[in-house]
Structures are given as structure tokens and as C-alpha cells.
């Protein structure tokens, strides 16, 4: 079964304190693996894509990285800006794009 | 560019009613889908749409119907609603149904269903 499972449920850091989110997936004939940002109320918010194993993307203080097996979202020195649920998601193809989400990482970031 | 745009933000629903969503996008994108999301769920794919008159069935798609009509719409009619489908609904676009591309979401519509 296709399935993202993310870890941990919620994780609370001081500012400038560096973690990372885990996002483990058995997707069969990924497509590419996505990460969202989603504040309260609103929608999820794109952040980055990763397609082969290897592969790492930056933007501000967020590095994502991809393995056969897993993908990692570090953040180095997070603001409370910072501070969201961030959204795992594989794609895989069963006759068009289908998106299967993890159920998120809540992160809190104190000043 | 509005990106993906959806009607209305909250809306209250008694058992029984019947009501839609609206979505649109100013994108030009082939691809359009409708999830829902609820506590410790995540988000949930109920039907999606690759291009203007072709649609289809996602993971949950008991209880509610689609119809893509033109590039830029694609509504979300529950026919009788009931409290489980109590839930945030999202609309997302891509340019293509390839799957490489990332999806864009709308704002969501926030539906309690008494």
C-alpha cells in the first residue's frame, strides 16, 4: 500500500535552534516527492519537489533531501516565522497524477 | 494571477442539504483536484479532473460528484450531505497531470455538516 507516514507529530524549538522533519514513504513508482507549508486556515503552500534519490534542495533557512527511503527537512536557525505544519507528499501515477500527503509535522518555533 | 480561488469559506449544512463548492484557477492548468483534510487524516484525494470534460475517482470519493465543463472550473457537489463529511476542503491545480509538477492549493472550505 502506498503510504507517507511523518515524523514527529509536533516539535517545539527555541529560535536558532537547527532539527529536522522525516518523511518516510513506501510509494511505488514515486514521481517525485513534495514538500508543503500550511499555516493555520489557509491552504498548503509549496515549497519544494525532489525527484531522485540524492537530490537536495535549499530555500532560506530550509534544506530538503531525498533517499530511496526517506526525505528530511532541515532547518537551520528557524524564526518564529518559521513556525507551521509542514506537509509531506509522494506522487505516484495510477492513470494520472495522485499526491498521497503524511499527516504532518507541527512546528513551533519560540523567540 | 488570483492562482486557485474557492466559494465560499465557511458554509453550514444541515443533514440532507445539498450544496457546492466552487473552484476556479486563472492558471491555464490541465490537472485539477479536490482533497479533504481532517485532524490526524491528513489530506485525502477525492476526485480529480486531467482536462475539461474528463474526471475521476480519487481515495474518497463516496458522497460527493464532479463535472469539468471548462479549463478553469471545477466544482464539488455533495448531494445529501452527512457529518462525516464534516471537513476542511482543498482545491489544487497543476499545469500537467504528470505528476512531476507541483500541485497549487486554494484556500479551502471550511464545512460542518449538523
Known amino acids: 500500500e502506498d503510504q507517507v507516514t511523518q515524523s514527529p507529530e509536533a516539535l517545539r524549538l527555541q529560535e536558532g535552534e537547527s532539527s529536522s522533519l522525516n518523511c518516510s514513504y513506501t510509494?511505488?513508482?514515486?514521481?517525485?516527492l513534495f514538500w508543503y507549508r500550511q499555516d493555520p486556515g489557509k491552504g498548503p503552500e509549496f515549497l519544494f519537489t525532489l525527484y531522485s534519490a540524492g537530490e537536495e534542495k535549499e530555500k532560506e533557512r530550509l534544506k530538503a533531501t531525498l533517499t530511496k527511503k526517506e526525505s528530511f527537512l532541515h532547518i537551520t536557525a528557524p524564526k518564529p516565522e518559521d513556525s507551521a505544519t509542514y506537509l509531506c507528499?509522494?506522487?505516484?501515477?495510477?492513470?494520472?497524477?495522485?499526491?498521497?500527503f503524511g499527516q504532518g509535522t507541527r512546528l513551533t518555533i519560540n523567540p | 494571477n488570483a492562482g486557485v480561488t474557492q466559494t465560499p469559506k465557511f458554509q453550514v449544512l444541515k443533514t440532507g442539504q445539498s450544496m457546492t463548492l466552487q473552484c476556479a484557477q486563472d492558471m491555464n492548468h490541465e490537472y485539477m483536484s479536490w482533497y479533504r483534510q481532517d485532524p490526524g487524516m491528513g489530506l485525502r484525494l477525492i476526485h480529480y479532473?486531467?482536462?475539461?470534460?474528463?474526471?475521476d475517482q480519487g481515495e474518497v470519493p463516496n458522497g460527493y460528484n464532479v463535472s469539468r465543463s471548462t479549463t478553469e472550473d471545477f466544482p464539488l457537489r455533495l448531494l445529501s450531505a452527512a457529518p462525516s463529511q464534516t471537513s476542511v476542503y482543498f482545491c489544487?491545480?497543476?499545469?500537467?497531470?504528470?505528476?512531476?509538477?507541483?500541485?497549487?492549493f486554494g484556500p479551502g472550505t471550511r464545512l460542518t455538516v449538523l
Open positions: 489544487a491545480s497543476s499545469l500537467t497531470s504528470g505528476g512531476y509538477l507541483e500541485q497549487f
Open positions: 510509494v511505488s513508482g514515486l514521481r517525485g
Open positions: 479532473s486531467v482536462g475539461a470534460g474528463i474526471t
Open positions: 507528499a509522494g506522487s505516484l501515477i495510477q492513470g494520472a497524477q495522485k499526491l498521497v
